[in-house]
């Protein structure tokens, strides 16, 4: 078997760990992840980062995430050394701004995806919905932008589609139905959104995705629409 990679996904939001208080409030459930051998499983390593299992196993997560990846990464000397080396896209995840988004642009990335490491980094940063409308706007239709970050209904899909986004991610419910069911759960969690979102266009009066426009949002503040469904 097989499997065909069509691009590269350089993610730009977690260039160091945040204080995560929460976590180390219940970091006794991490040491119980470790007692019961919840860890990376043997023979899995990240050569390209020069991380083999034992390192990754015996890395702790109080040590933080800066003594595990390095922070010297840089527009001007990641993405054309990305590009020299492959001929697959690349596309950078975690851009919040239109500035992010031109750069993205200036240096040939093949498209931008808006997220915010789930509000897990920087405290008070802006909802991914909130961020979409510039960077769309600076994207002007050169390259796509996709979104993730809390999309938990099809309402959700229908606003960022309206907003501008070409496609939207999702994370946890996709963990969730495999927990509950593998395949079958991860597949049932698909159609859940699909009914959800279908049934948003339907009450909408949109008859298809092309019709979802910012026409079908409320405006609630001076600088543009905001969802209000």
Request: hydrophobic content about 40%; proline content about 3%.
């Amino acid at each position: 078997m097989s499997a065909k990679v069509a691009a590269l996904l350089n993610v730009d939001d977690i260039q160091n760990e945040a204080n995560r208080k929460l976590d180390r409030i219940i970091s006794s459930v991490r040491k119980n992840e470790w007692r019961d051998d919840f860890r990376t499983p043997a023979g899995l390593a990240w050569p390209m980062l020069e991380k083999t299992t034992e390192m990754i196993q015996s890395h702790s997560h109080d040590e933080g995430f800066a003594d595990f990846n390095s922070d010297a990464h840089s527009w001007e000397y990641d993405i054309p050394w990305l590009r020299s080396k492959t001929r697959m896209q690349i596309w950078i995840k975690g851009v919040l701004t239109a500035e992010d988004v031109l750069l993205a642009r200036q240096y040939g990335c093949d498209g931008v995806i808006i997220s915010n490491h789930g509000g897990r980094q920087l405290d008070g940063t802006p909802a991914t919905l909130d961020a979409l409308p510039e960077c769309v706007k600076a994207a002007d239709g050169k390259i796509p932008v996709h979104i993730d970050g809390g999309f938990r209904c099809g309402a959700d899909i229908f606003k960022a589609i309206a907003l501008g986004a070409e496609c939207c991610w999702i994370g946890r419910p996709v963990v969730w139905g495999l927990a509950v069911d593998g395949e079958k759960g991860v597949t049932k969690m698909l159609d859940i959104l699909y009914d959800d979102f279908l049934r948003c266009m339907q009450l909408a009066g949109c008859k298809n995705v092309s019709e979802i426009t910012k026409a079908s949002l409320g405006v609630a503040r001076w600088d543009g629409p905001l969802a209000r469904l």
